[in-house]
């Protein structure tokens, strides 16, 4: 996951305070002229860290900069108690630096870049291996080139990651947006309809954490469409079987979101189409002329048959349909293999009633199975 945080278009405010899980540990800040700036005199060091850093891999920071004069920026990789070490962009120079609570080492630089000329608007980016304690700056203008970097640092226990500043008395320097590596641990699927049960086909809510616009959502393994979410938080339509084509069975399954960097899941309960209805072949298959093996001619204990039920009919669990008005209807099997299947059976009384509430079954239009 990513926090990007805009001063761009913040009005003028000391101090500043931090949302979306940053919080300034070195001193406080200040925004002026749409830039995050230090808020104290000169010579004072502030440093804002996000709050649940990622634990393995990349630390990551990037900051679009208002040039830097005789004030200094710093991309910071340490402790949430302000040790550990920074790039700091001062004068015509990248230095990596040691950092000792708060305070920014005013010895010898690990290494540094020269050369430098700082321009209003760019944007500098710097990445620290947790695993190797690589340190690494780049230029957002040639991402692939590295300035300046310093390999294999000792790192403190607890590393975070954020940024900073150092107020030389010109007031000129400042960060005018950021993005740090936050923890993608807290993304979470909160709700799909609410908590209420899917139906195929159905066009639902979804509400997420810690993901920005959504790019795929799957429902046990099967892409929803329609995914209209913003921020995370929106609709999607949950998918409808094809026939001959894989599905997923109803019951309890797995949905996953995703952003296109990270993915959540959650399970949910799905049902078949509306005024639809299921029935699991567990028993001795009916074939006599109420039965739906009719239709399906090697219907098996395995199958589940998806049926309508809007005019109160019912099937068994050996394929004996009941209830069934004359007309015809379009009745779907989820084979064990996975694949599910549509086909249309026509019924008719022909004048001959078994039962009050049983019909004989007339002509069987099937596709095969």
């Known amino acids: 996951m990513t926090i990007t945080l805009d001063f761009s278009l913040e009005s003028d405010i000391n101090p500043f305070v931090f949302s979306a899980g940053v919080t300034a540990i070195i001193d406080q800040f200040k925004i002026v002229s749409g830039s995050l700036r230090p808020k104290y005199a000169a010579g004072d060091t502030s440093i804002a860290v996000v709050d649940s850093p990622p634990t393995s891999g990349l630390l990551e920071v990037s900051a679009t900069i208002l040039g830097v004069n005789g004030d200094a920026v710093l991309l910071y990789f340490g402790t949430a108690l302000g040790t550990g070490f920074c790039a700091l962009l001062a004068f015509d120079t990248v230095r990596i630096k040691a950092v000792t609570a708060g305070v920014v080492s005013g010895g010898s630089s690990i290494a540094s870049a020269g050369g430098i000329t700082y321009v209003n608007g760019d944007a500098y980016h710097a990445t620290c291996d947790l695993a190797t304690g690589d340190l690494k700056v780049y230029n957002?203008?040639?991402?692939?080139?590295?300035?300046?970097?310093?390999?294999?640092?000792?790192?403190?226990?607890?590393?975070?990651?954020?940024?900073?500043?150092?107020?030389?008395?010109?007031?000129?320097?400042?960060?005018?947006?950021?993005?740090?590596?936050?923890?993608?641990?807290?993304?979470?699927?909160?709700?799909?309809?609410?908590?209420?049960?899917?139906?195929?086909?159905?066009?639902?809510?979804?509400?997420t954490t810690d993901l920005g616009t959504l790019t795929s959502v799957t429902i046990g393994g099967i892409s929803a469409t329609a995914i209209s979410a913003t921020d995370g938080d929106g609709t999607i339509t949950i998918p409808t079987p094809v026939s001959g084509s894989p599905f997923t069975p109803v019951g309890t399954v797995n949905a996953v979101a995703g952003d296109g960097t990270d993915t959540a899941d959650l399970d949910i309960s799905l049902d078949t189409f509306e005024d639809y209805d299921t029935q699991a072949i567990t028993g001795t298959i009916?074939?006599?002329?109420?039965?739906?093996?009719?239709?399906?001619?090697?219907?098996?204990?395995?199958?589940?048959?998806?049926?309508?039920?809007?005019?109160?009919?019912?099937?068994?669990?050996?394929?004996?349909?009941?209830?069934?008005?004359?007309?015809?209807y379009t009745l779907w099997l989820y084979r064990a293999d996975g694949d599910m299947y549509s086909f249309s059976i026509a019924i008719n009384l022909n004048g001959i009633a078994v039962s009050t509430a049983i019909k004989r079954l007339g002509i069987f239009l099937g596709n095969g199975l």
């Open 140 to 207: 957002q203008a040639a991402p692939s080139t590295v300035i300046v970097e310093a390999p294999g640092l000792t790192l403190p226990v607890g590393m975070t990651c954020g940024f900073g500043g150092i107020w030389g008395d010109v007031n000129a320097a400042g960060v005018t947006s950021v993005s740090l590596s936050d923890a993608a641990a807290g993304a979470t699927i909160d709700s799909i309809n609410s908590g209420s049960p899917v139906r195929f086909g159905q066009t639902v809510s979804i509400a």
């Open 286 to 328: 009916d074939t006599s002329g109420w039965g739906l093996s009719r239709a399906v001619t090697d219907l098996t204990s395995t199958d589940v048959v998806h049926y309508p039920i809007a005019d109160g009919q019912s099937i068994d669990n050996t394929g004996a349909l009941s209830d069934w008005p004359d007309g015809n």
